[in-house]
């Protein structure tokens, strides 16, 4: 019951429906049920904001919405063996970023060796064109 003697309807949250704590005291009353909940719905906006059309260009599908999503998301270790050993254009893009890394003097002494030894191994077995 509110100070009046009218009853306070308990709000849901608009992310994940669970309830939403009140809030004590004077000022705005609380959105959504958690921090988590709060982060995912702005999280959503901005990739609605970002994925928005331009002027005369027609609204985004929910497809587009969980491509972008499935996308920029971050793989597991497991997730990324398994995209990069089923794509040569993929394997290609690590190899050239950790080019540098192998051939750095500070990183020889590191298990960058047998990266480098593994992948001279794995460029002998490649056949010439």
Do not use: F
């Amino acid at each position: 019951m509110s100070d009046d003697g009218s009853p306070v309807a308990q709000r849901s949250c608009p992310v994940c429906g669970d309830p939403v704590p009140s809030q004590p005291g004077a000022g705005r009353p609380n959105r959504y049920c958690s921090s988590k909940c709060k982060s995912r719905a702005a999280r959503q906006r901005r990739i609605e904001r970002e994925l928005r059309p331009k002027r005369g260009a027609r609204e985004p599908d929910s497809l587009a919405i969980d491509e972008h999503l499935r996308l920029t998301r971050q793989l597991s270790r497991e997730e990324a063996i398994d995209l990069v050993a089923g794509d040569p254009d993929a394997l290609n893009a690590v190899l050239a970023r950790v080019k540098p890394m192998i051939a750095s003097p500070t990183h020889r002494a590191t298990r960058w060796r047998d990266v480098a030894a593994t992948v001279s191994t794995l460029a002998a077995m490649i056949p010439e064109d």
